[in-house]
């Protein structure tokens, strides 16, 4: 019987410990920031699946939403309000690409990078209006470079 204890035990300290590894990344809607104006910063972000992104309404105007033909397959939309925060947990793998929709021709874009950017090709496919194409080849050439640099 005590063997059965203590094996229960260990099971639930290292599920315990997992689920504590778990990391969560701010990242600010802002009307100007380091890269510019209507910017998220961090833009480019890269977690392990099951991290969490929240995103904190730092200037008014702003949302958050999922980007069509951004997602990894099986990977969740997800569609915030304006002015309000949005806490997101990533369980699959892959490159999400995310807008703010009021300031999306004006680049207000971003991208999660979770574990392996395994739909990276499918992802680079979208189309965007205005400034948001460049901010996504400039975020698309900035994860290249990190994976060059691990290499």
Known sequence: MRKIIVLGAL???????????????????LNKGTEGVMVFEPALVKINPGDTVKFVASDKGHNVETVDGMLPEGGQKFVGKVNEELAITFDKPGV?????????????????????????DQAKAATHPGKAKQAFTNLFDKLAATQTAAK
């Open 11 to 29: 099971v639930a300290a290292f599920g315990f410990a997992g689920a504590a590894s778990a990391a969560e990344v701010e990242v600010k809607m």
């Open 96 to 120: 999400y690409g995310y807008k703010c929709k009021p300031h999306y021709g004006m680049g207000m874009v971003g991208m999660i990078v979770v574990g392996e950017p395994t739909n990276a």
